[in-house]
């Protein structure tokens, strides 16, 4: 069997097995709990397996929508394991996940009823992203190790992920002035912007006369996301897409997380750093390598009509799927060889989630967001 067909069935077979009653867990057996950023990547894939999956997306939302604060917060995770079962906030993601799940599974399903029987709960989230909204312009700050790279690198004030996550909500949910403003603050303002010409810098916070508060590093998902959500306008897409090909970001598979990783004599390093995975070059978040962010460069290729590259970065995105154990949470941004071999190694669900939307959008030639 064509090695990218295997790769799409197994990935099918990975959310079966991240399937519970309660949702789509991140990993099987390793991450017991259903993540909202995970839950809700993993459906992006998941919702074009005709009606397969519905009911776990579903469940999803429900599980997240439940343990939502009170002043609007969608809990990171709702762990399974813990009796009763226990949620953790502290992310800002989460809640633009959230809604975009909504969307999305309104989309797919041609169902509008969960939508509308969370509306007050969209509201209520939205209500809570704008509170993090210190400077009034509709750019949203967080604090470090407030989304997906929950430990490294250090991330703080307007991040690009965080951007481009609320800059397709805004849209979704048809605040366009504002997401003009945020579109024209990133790309075009030299206090508060974060485009840099070639790519999008990871974040930037304060400026004090000559000193700068910034990141100067790749961030590959925030990058690609910006692409994909139209942040980003075509030219800035072709060099966002120039830069990872010139610096082999994509190499040996795709995608590593940042680019270049940060070492100890990096200015950007931290002492907390020595107690994360994180610490070694080329290791978990620090330019290790995640397959899950290489199906949205696939995706982005795609929507740029880069269909060879596509083809050929989708066939070594299965290649990385299927090493042992498959839909690895990372691997080795040097060698390409899984990284941690424990519990938490394989049947990782939005692995497998976007490749079979990478998988599905490939065949049509069309970016299926």
């Given at each position: 069997m064509?090695?990218t067909?295997e790769?799409?069935?197994?990935?099918?077979n990975?959310l079966?097995?991240?399937?519970?009653p309660?949702?789509?867990?991140?990993?099987f057996?390793?991450?017991?709990?259903?993540?909202s950023?995970?839950?809700?990547?993993?459906s992006?894939?998941?919702?074009l397996?005709?009606d397969?999956?519905?009911k776990?997306?579903?469940?999803?939302?429900?599980?997240?929508?439940k343990y939502?604060?009170?002043?609007?917060?969608?809990?990171?995770?709702?762990?399974?394991h813990?009796?009763p079962?226990k949620?953790?906030?502290?992310?800002?993601?989460s809640?633009?996940w959230?809604?975009?799940g909504?969307?999305?599974?309104?989309?797919?399903?041609q169902d509008a009823k969960?939508f509308?029987k969370?509306?007050?709960?969209?509201?209520?989230a939205?209500?809570?992203?704008?509170y993090q909204?210190?400077n009034?312009d509709n750019?949203l700050?967080q604090l470090?190790t407030?989304?997906w790279?929950?430990?490294f690198p250090?991330r703080?004030?307007?991040?690009?992920?965080?951007?481009?996550?609320?800059?397709?909500?805004?849209n979704?949910?048809?605040?366009k002035?504002k997401a003009?403003?945020?579109k024209?603050?990133?790309?075009t303002?030299?206090e508060d912007?974060?485009?840099n010409g070639?790519?999008y810098?990871?974040?930037?916070w304060k400026?004090?006369?000559?000193?700068r508060?910034?990141?100067l590093w790749?961030?590959?998902l925030g990058n690609l996301?910006?692409i994909?959500?139209?942040?980003?306008d075509?030219e800035?897409?072709?060099?966002?897409l120039?830069?990872?090909?010139?610096?082999?970001?994509?190499s040996?598979?795709p995608?590593?997380?940042?680019y270049?990783?940060?070492?100890k004599?990096?200015?950007e390093?931290?002492?907390?750093?020595?107690?994360?995975?994180?610490?070694a070059?080329?290791?978990?978040l620090n330019?290790g390598?995640?397959?899950?962010?290489?199906?949205?460069?696939?995706?982005?290729?795609?929507?740029?009509?880069?269909?060879?590259?596509?083809?050929k970065?989708?066939?070594?995105?299965?290649e990385?799927n299927?090493?042992?154990p498959?839909?690895?949470e990372?691997l080795?941004?040097?060698?390409?060889k899984?990284g941690?071999?424990?519990?938490f190694?394989g049947?990782?669900?939005w692995?497998?989630g976007?490749?079979?939307?990478?998988?599905?959008?490939?065949?049509?030639?069309?970016?299926l967001l």
């Amino acid at each position: 069997m064509e090695i990218t067909k295997e790769a799409y069935y197994l990935a099918i077979n990975v959310l079966e097995k991240c399937s519970t009653p309660c949702g789509f867990r991140a990993a099987f057996p390793g991450y017991d709990g259903i993540w909202s950023r995970d839950a809700n990547i993993i459906s992006l894939g998941a919702s074009l397996i005709d009606d397969k999956f519905k009911k776990t997306f579903r469940e999803s939302i429900e599980t997240l929508g439940k343990y939502q604060s009170k002043k609007g917060q969608i809990p990171n995770a709702v762990l399974l394991h813990d009796k009763p079962k226990k949620a953790d906030y502290k992310s800002i993601d989460s809640t633009l996940w959230f809604i975009i799940g909504h969307y999305i599974y309104k989309k797919r399903y041609q169902d509008a009823k969960l939508f509308k029987k969370h509306k007050s709960k969209i509201k209520k989230a939205l209500i809570w992203l704008s509170y993090q909204d210190m400077n009034e312009d509709n750019i949203l700050e967080q604090l470090p190790t407030t989304d997906w790279q929950d430990a490294f690198p250090h991330r703080y004030g307007a991040t690009i992920n965080t951007q481009a996550l609320y800059y397709f909500v805004l849209n979704l949910t048809n605040q366009k002035q504002k997401a003009r403003q945020l579109k024209k603050i990133v790309n075009t303002n030299k206090e508060d912007g974060l485009w840099n010409g070639s790519f999008y810098i990871p974040w930037r916070w304060k400026n004090h006369n000559k000193y700068r508060e910034m990141g100067l590093w790749f961030d590959s998902l925030g990058n690609l996301l910006a692409i994909l959500f139209n942040l980003a306008d075509k030219e800035q897409a072709k060099k966002i897409l120039a830069h990872i090909k010139k610096d082999r970001i994509a190499s040996p598979y795709p995608m590593k997380a940042i680019y270049p990783p940060i070492r100890k004599t990096s200015k950007e390093w931290e002492d907390y750093f020595k107690d994360a995975a994180s610490r070694a070059p080329y290791h978990y978040l620090n330019a290790g390598i995640w397959t899950y962010i290489g199906g949205f460069y696939v995706l982005a290729l795609i929507k740029n009509k880069k269909f060879t590259d596509a083809k050929k970065q989708l066939a070594l995105l299965a290649e990385a799927n299927l090493k042992k154990p498959i839909f690895s949470e990372w691997l080795d941004g040097k060698t390409g060889k899984v990284g941690a071999k424990d519990k938490f190694a394989g049947n990782q669900g939005w692995n497998a989630g976007i490749y079979i939307l990478a998988y599905e959008s490939l065949k049509k030639r069309k970016v299926l967001l």
